[in-house]
Nanobody
């Protein structure tokens, strides 16, 4: 079992930045691939970014590419999402998730989820 807790969400103006953080419980954090997903009102949850178990590989949705950066610190059991150049369409609840796969971009592949943190981008 893995428990995940996101933090760092908030209200930001268009063009601004936020850094989300996800803290994981346990001593097996490095055995999980990690991902960030988001869900806007009335829409399905969508993939944002993923990072492999070791942190050596990353993958981004087209919407995040060039603006967002995912990173992890295995000794500290944390994974972060640095979000720059935020736009109103980035407004959503952002979720941290863990998968037993090395790296995955599908919701169905993830076994554990955090409670989510709200990101609101105003224009």
């Amino acid at each position: 079992q893995v428990q995940l807790v996101e933090s760092g969400g908030g209200l930001v103006q268009a063009g601004g930045s936020l850094r989300l953080s996800c803290a994981a419980s346990g001593r097996t954090f490095s055995s999980y691939g990690m991902g960030w997903f988001r869900q806007a009102p009335g829409k399905e949850r969508e993939f944002v970014a993923a990072i492999s178990r070791s942190g050596s590989s990353t993958y981004y949705a087209d919407s995040a590419k060039g603006r967002f950066t995912i990173s992890r610190d295995n000794p500290k059991n944390t994974v972060d999402l640095q979000m720059n150049s935020l736009q109103p369409e980035d407004t959503a609840v952002y979720y941290c998730a863990a998968t037993r796969s090395i790296l995955s971009v599908t919701t169905e592949s993830y076994d554990y989820w955090g409670q989510g943190t709200q990101v609101t981008v105003s224009s």
